[in-house]
């Protein structure tokens, strides 16, 4: 059955038992056994694969390093998976750097560090996860006290639509809308949100990291639309992510380690509205089986 699609792609089209036992599962503790893995090589076997699965009605995953801890790299039609191909950076700037999402977030940490530069969202699975999956879950980690998550560094996006259609998103400016699809969108948002906006902030938590469901509280920003949020933490439900622009900040010029010993969790707990004062730019708690076996260990 997928020998027509395996033909006009330029990447790899996998259905053997072995390759589909291997992508049945992710960091969740769920197991589905998918019809097929695509390791595409550009945008054109990306929509090629989307037009033929639309086609086929079968079910279609997007699928970065699958450390998702919820089962959302999985599937049972087709996993598209990025990391093994589209995984470049395309373009490194002062502000900010263009790449494709299959590449490892601890990867590009490294090449931003050499121009003293960096991406804030640090997972702590950030050496095997992808910057397309960071995206698709609005990854963060434990700077995100300081420094926000994923939604915050988004600029913008390529994403390509359930009926083929690659489009560009980034925020418009109302008096810019116009009759392209991405116009459309921004307008159709626009015209659906503003009026509860009032409704959508009273109603959405006050947290520095929220994964829960699309960040409409996000999108309308005064008289821009800023499109790309919408796509941030969406887990590959609105379209197939492909080029990912990331605003990068300057390395912090100093840093200090600051160690506070707690009887228990609950007490350590208790402070930490005084900690948060003082504005730390990581807050990490190290629990007592780590500390017993670090005494254990060379
Ligand atoms: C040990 C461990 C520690 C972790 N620590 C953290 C942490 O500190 N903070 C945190 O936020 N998370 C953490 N996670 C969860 C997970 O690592 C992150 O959510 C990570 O960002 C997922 O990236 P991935 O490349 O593995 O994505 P995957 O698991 O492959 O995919 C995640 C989601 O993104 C979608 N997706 C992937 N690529 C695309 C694309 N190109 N277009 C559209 N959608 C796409 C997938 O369909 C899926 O819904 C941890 C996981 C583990 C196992």
New binding site residues.
Partial sequence: MFDRLEYILKGELLDDKLTRFAYAS??SAYEIIPKCVVLPKDVDDVINTVNFARDNKIPI?????????AG??IGEGIIID?SRYMNKILKIDKDYVVVQ?GIYKGLLDEILIKYNKFIPPD???SNF??V???V??N???AHTVKYGSMIDYVLELDVVLSDGELIHLKPIKIEELDNSREGKMAEFLFKLLKPNLDLINKRFPKVSKNSCGYRIDKIINNDVIDLPKLFVGS??TLG??IKIKLKIIDMPKEKTLSLLGFNDTMEAASHINKILALKPSALEIIDKSIIDLARISD
């Fill in positions: 992710d960091a995953t997007a699928r970065g390093g699958g450390s998702g801890l959302q790299a990025f999402p997972p702590s699975s996860c992808t397309g999956g960071m698709g879950t990854a963060s980690g887990e590959g197939i992510v």
